[in-house]
């Protein structure tokens, strides 16, 4: 990736977390955990890779994108604020009353959200829907999904890895964030969904991985994916739940534990610090 | 009325939307293997390219049909009632009722009459279920006349609506030149001064019948079709509570949420009077012929005789 690029998408990772943090904190609720594992791809998706109007969130022509692990709103929320589609004040509001950022994903009131999301394992199927649309009318859209390794264990993902392979839905990108944790602890203790990578290339995907914290490694990835025809896409990237935030990472209790004043603060000062070291 | 043509509404559904299909060139159709029970193997036949077979595989249906929806695209997703309603519930709730997607969910082989399947196929809570989701719009269309209008009302009313078709031939009692469909608006069919009774889908016919033969009995019986579940015609149904002070409900789903409950809730809120339930009383079906069993359970114009006059005897 282009040097200059690459040091504008991590300083706007960084930003991105910094609202991730903000709206949790606010909230004191949600969940920074799995949104901190995505900042670096959603970044990536929404300020390199997908076209979008930030003016006209609605326009036909768009590439969508489908957070299928909508608990992790606040990484979608962050994106889209800082990307110009509602001002950066708003994440302070969110999961409150009277404000549009609800706890998951709300198409109807936010500008920017393409689906409503947060009941696991629906996302895909709706990704799905959009992208063989598309396919129906000859439109050149894009679809983007990101899955959560525990969230694989839903059946209804497999309904969708079926579907989309069957309808050779090459015009779909599903990102499964493996961050190795979800509630109850490691995915390889809760009810395994390993091997990952084989189960969708058993479903008939093609199957990239990349490191989810690197904008080489991410750009590689949608590169590839991007020359695959007639069949859909799954990029398993390799994440730390809580990337970015030292005492957030690896820690499956920040899946989704809103940081209190003093976490706040650290949090934030090692945001920032990393952000001047990369302003630097 | 013996020579009446007898039809099921899950045919009037397949062939409404190969009919609407011309039309309606945005009308996609989705099925989860059975659009040859569904009868949308007829739209199959004509469009192709505009048929969607999702394999056994419900939820990801309706997820499939909210992202066509979000892109523009007038999904039509059939399945049994009991798939449809039951197995997809939380993703009809959430993928298409909560962002008000224009979805069609078209739900045959609903209640009893579906027969020799038995319980498990036999689907009697969906009304019930989909009555609790907001937005959701309801039609349980009396027979083929009532259908064909309800599903090209529902193409052109935008957000999510859920449609109640039948497997058993039930009478065509509608008349196709002079019938008009009002969503949302219900159908005085009979005038009557001692008790309304207020029927949906196939007890439509059985409750028309029934005033009939209760007329010659001295009792005059109003009937009112409610196609519309979700919104409910409450003007119609004040009015008949008014008027004749006693309600009796007939539906072929449970007492428990669906038409008798919603007919219930207006009553209750705006002119109380006796609402007498007929309908499956939280009991499974069984296997058996659908006529046989429809009247073991009471869904029968003499089962709605019987209950009137009982009902009119205690007023």
Redesign the interface.
Do not use: F, Q, W
């Given at each position: 990736m282009d040097e200059l690029l690459k040091k504008q998408l991590m300083k706007t990772a960084c930003k991105v977390r910094m609202g991730i943090i903000e709206g949790v904190y606010n909230a004191k609720s949600g969940h920074p955990g799995g949104s901190l594992s995505i900042a670096d791809v959603m970044t990536y998706l929404y300020f390199a890779k997908m076209n979008i109007y930030p003016d006209n969130p609605k326009c036909p022509d768009r590439d969508r994108f489908v957070l299928s692990k909508g608990h992790t709103a606040p990484a979608l929320y962050s994106t889209l604020a800082n990307r110009g589609y509602f001002p950066l004040e708003e994440l302070k509001g969110l999961r409150h009353i009277g404000s549009m950022l609800q706890g998951h994903p709300d198409m109807k009131h936010i500008p920017g959200v393409d689906m409503s999301s947060g009941s696991l394992g629906q996302g895909i199927s709706a990704a799905c829907g959009m992208a063989l649309s598309a396919k129906l009318t000859g439109d050149t859209y894009k679809v983007y999904a990101i899955l959560g390794d525990g969230e694989i264990e839903e059946g209804q993902v497999w309904e969708a890895a079926m579907f989309a392979a069957h309808n050779k839905l090459d015009n779909l990108v599903a990102i499964v964030d493996n961050n190795g944790l979800q509630i109850d602890g490691k995915i390889s203790d809760v009810c395994s969904p390993y091997p990952i990578t084989d189960k969708f290339e058993a479903f008939g995907w093609h199957v990239i991985t990349m490191d989810a914290h690197d904008f080489d490694s991410i750009e590689a990835a949608f590169n590839e994916a991007e020359s695959v025809v007639n069949q859909p896409v799954a990029i398993v990237m390799t994440s730390v739940k809580g990337k970015g935030v030292s005492f957030m990472e690896n820690q499956v209790s920040w899946h989704g534990t809103a940081p209190n004043q003093e976490q706040y603060e650290k949090a934030m000062s090692e945001l920032k610090a990393s952000l001047e070291e990369l302003e630097g | 009325m013996a020579d009446m043509i007898k039809k099921a509404t899950r045919e009037s559904y397949g062939e409404a939307l190969a009919e609407l299909g011309d039309k309606y060139c945005n009308l996609?159709v989705l099925d989860a293997d059975l659009a040859a029970a569904t009868k949308t193997g007829v739209f199959k036949k004509k469009f192709p390219?505009?048929h969607?077979d999702?394999?056994i595989?419900e939820?990801?249906?309706?997820?499939?049909?909210?992202?066509?929806?979000?892109?523009?695209?007038i999904?039509f997703a059939s399945s049994f009632a009991m798939f449809a309603a039951g197995r997809a519930f939380?993703?009809v709730r959430?993928?298409i009722g909560?962002?008000?997607l224009n979805v069609k969910i078209g739900a045959t082989h609903a209640g009893i009459s579906v027969g020799e399947d038995g319980a498990t196929h036999q689907c009697n809570e969906d009304i019930a279920l989909m009555r609790t989701i907001p937005g959701m719009t309801i039609i349980n269309p009396a027979d083929d006349v009532e259908a064909r209008a309800a599903i090209e009302a529902a193409i052109n009313f935008e957000g999510p609506v859920y449609m109640r078709f039948g497997r058993l031939a039930t009478p065509v009692f509608n008349d196709k030149e002079s019938y008009k469909f009002e969503l949302g608006k219900g159908i005085q069919l009979k005038d009557g001064s001692d008790v309304t009774i207020i029927a949906t889908g196939l007890m439509v016919y059985e409750a028309l019948t029934a005033a009939q033969a209760l007329e010659s009995e001295g009792i005059s019986a109003r009937v009112i079709n409610i196609h519309t579940i979700k919104p409910i015609d409450e003007e119609i149904i004040i009015k008949a509570a008014k008027e004749t002070g006693l309600i009796v409900t007939a539906e072929e789903h449970s007492v428990i949420g669906g038409l008798g409950s919603a007919v219930s809730d207006v009553v209750c809120a705006s002119c109380p009077v006796r609402v007498v339930k007929i309908g499956v009383n939280d009991v499974f079906g069984y296997s058996g012929p659908a006529v046989a069993l429809l009247k073991e359970f009471g869904l029968c114009a003499e089962n709605v005789v019987k209950t009137v006059k009982e009902a009119v005897a205690a007023k």
């Open positions: - | 996609y390219d505009r969607i999702c394999g595989a939820a990801n249906m309706m997820g499939v049909a909210a992202g066509l929806a979000a892109t523009g695209k999904p939380e993703i959430n993928s909560y962002p008000h």
